[in-house]
């Protein structure tokens, strides 16, 4: 803005029809720059809720998956649903603000759990290929699933070109006020706000569209009611394992 008042504005005429030609165009540039902006957070609000979708069908996955673990038999059931409250605890923490190389090692451990609860399953599914067991292996595949599908919405981001874009025309439109400004310096103040509301724009949409990082993230709610459900019904076990 400050380059459009300084420098550019010496080009400036002062005839009535090039004024009205300018008005024609700062108005253009400012509205496509809106339209982008508006397009670009509906994208981000959009890839937003399909990770909250997602996390509320890993939940649905893991809960129905120990349910289901109970038809299995006794000693490769304990062993599946041992292995599934691990896998729920790097699932909640792959949700949780991490560091790329923390964030690998959670991956890491996710994809190790989930073959360990495969080959936990197939002697079973060889053995024994029953309806039942059947069932069994069908929730393991929706819980394998769900995590893919998860991984999958986290690497959808805007694309770059997109912030490329709306940066050049954000910098045309402040350039474009700049120019047509007739006392810039006396109100730096007031022509700080249109800067200062495309930045926070910019902020928001950047902010929404960061899964991992910054300040509005997934909270990971459905997988932690999960987890107090399912340490509630292990303990429940427990006690009635004491009593007899």
Do not use: C, H
């Not at 397009?39 to 129905?64: C, H, K, P, V, W």
């Not at 919405?153 to 805007?158: D, F, K, S, T, V």
């Not at 912030?163 to 006396?186: D, Q």
């Amino acid at each position: 803005m400050w380059f459009g008042s300084a420098v550019l504005s010496k080009y400036r005429t002062k005839d009535t029809e090039t004024s009205a030609n300018l008005g024609i165009i700062q108005t253009a540039t400012l509205t496509l720059l809106g339209l982008i902006i508006g397009f670009t957070f509906s994208m981000a609000i959009a890839r937003y809720d399909l990770r909250q979708t997602y996390e509320e069908a890993e939940a649905n996955a893991i809960g129905t998956e120990f349910l289901r673990a109970d038809l299995l038999p006794s000693k490769t059931a304990a062993s599946v649903k041992g292995l599934l409250d691990e896998y729920l605890d790097q699932r909640i923490l792959f949700y949780s603000k991490q560091d790329q190389e923390t964030a690998k090692k959670i991956t890491k451990r996710t994809i190790a759990l989930e073959n360990a609860m495969w080959n936990e399953l197939l002697p079973v599914a060889r053995t024994q290929p029953t309806p039942t067991i059947a069932l069994v292996i069908s929730g393991m595949n929706d819980v394998i699933n769900s995590q893919g599908y998860t991984q999958a919405a986290w690497w959808n981001r805007i694309p770059t070109a997109a912030w490329w874009l709306m940066a050049a025309i954000a910098i045309a439109a402040n350039m474009l006020v700049g120019f047509g400004a007739r006392n810039f310096k006396g109100n730096v103040g007031l022509f700080m706000i249109f800067p200062t509301m495309i930045a926070i724009a910019f902020f928001l949409i950047a902010d929404i569209d960061s899964p991992r990082g910054g300040v509005i993230r997934i909270d990971p709610r459905n997988l932690i009611d999960l987890k107090n459900n399912m340490s509630s019904a292990n303990g429940s076990a427990s006690t009635r394992g004491i009593n007899k």
